[in-house]
């Protein structure tokens, strides 16, 4: 496939275009955020039709439209898992086209979050790229670290900080519980999703907790600190105004980075977790 073409290229430039107006931080440009990403998506897709010997066009002044590429793709047999969410962002572009909306930076964080995951499996599976590498001659390396693509995780998250305090401390939380998860999962009880959904409230995750302070990779009182950071979470997931929100932010992701930093180090040294309370049952 090629990674030559105007639509790749073109896709690419509006990815990183996309990236560069949501770090500068300015709300009014968060709607061309939204639309540079739908757009890079709908050129990708037809990149790949056109890989694939089909064309993109419906008649001579005419393309298909993102369902097309769908339903096209689909009878390649070239699987999009992301599409449920790809179909929300393109329902709010159309949204932002024709109404005139202003979406807020959690949303815009989360879509591009989002997109980028998609670029970074599509790219793999289809072209054989890496993401990172193939974004350097568009994007800086702080950028690269802002969308994860470089290992600079906390610098990311600082950055995202000064935008959104609301998506940092989302983002930071969804690291941490990952973390915990792949320590704890085997320990936890077979019912499944449920227990997975609530792992803190499983004694397996008191038992960590513990276990980590006690190996010197988490502060005293984790489990407190860990309740405040999901607390914290929740809040930031549902209320749109931060300065109402009575969460003092730059606190909680400090608690967040802790956690992120000590996880990280006990993957790093090779820890592994056993609980002795569930294996023996």
């Known amino acids: 496939m090629s990674d030559?073409?105007?639509?790749?290229?073109?896709?690419?430039?509006?990815?990183?275009?996309?990236?560069?107006?949501?770090?500068?931080?300015?709300?009014?440009?968060?709607?061309?955020?939204?639309?540079?990403?739908?757009n890079?998506?709908?050129l990708v897709l037809k990149d790949s039709m056109i890989d694939h010997g089909i064309s993109i066009y419906k008649n001579p002044k005419e393309t298909v439209t993102i369902w097309g590429c769908f339903d096209e793709l689909a009878k390649q047999n070239v699987q999009i898992p992301e599409k449920p969410i790809?179909?929300?962002?393109?329902?709010?572009?159309n949204t932002i086209q024709h109404r005139f909306g202003f979406p807020d930076a959690e949303s815009v964080y989360y879509?591009?979050?989002?997109?980028?995951?998609f670029f970074?499996?599509?790219?793999?599976?289809?072209?054989?790229?890496?993401?990172?590498?193939?974004?350097?001659?568009?994007?800086?390396?702080?950028?690269l670290g802002f969308l994860g693509l470089v290992e600079d995780e906390m610098a990311a998250l600082s950055k995202l900080m000064k935008i959104s305090p609301q998506a940092a401390i989302v983002q930071e939380y969804n690291i941490v519980e990952e973390k915990i998860l792949n320590l704890i999962g085997p320990h936890l009880p077979s019912s499944g999703s449920a227990?997975?959904?609530?792992?803190?409230r499983q004694p397996a995750f008191t038992v960590l907790m513990m276990d980590l302070e006690k190996s010197g990779y988490l502060p005293d009182g984790s489990i407190d600190r860990f309740g405040l950071l999901r607390e914290a979470r929740n809040i930031a997931a549902h209320m749109h105004d931060e300065k109402q929100s009575g969460v003092d932010w730059g606190a909680v992701f400090q608690v967040a980075e802790q956690f992120i930093r000590g996880l990280k180090k006990a993957e790093e040294n090779e820890y592994r977790f056993e609980d002795e309370d569930s294996t023996d049952q």
């Open 195 to 200: 227990a997975k959904h609530l792992f803190w």
């Open 111 to 117: 879509y591009l979050e989002q997109v980028t995951g």
């Open 86 to 93: 790809i179909e929300l962002l393109i329902d709010d572009r």
């Open 120 to 143: 970074k499996r599509f790219l793999s599976s289809h072209y054989n790229l890496d993401l990172a590498e193939t974004l350097r001659p568009y994007l800086s390396n702080e950028h």
């Open 4 to 38: 030559k073409s105007p639509l790749f290229v073109s896709a690419l430039e509006l990815l990183s275009h996309a990236t560069e107006l949501y770090v500068n931080g300015n709300p009014k440009k968060y709607k061309f955020v939204v639309l540079h990403l739908a």
């Open 40 to 42: 890079a998506i709908e």
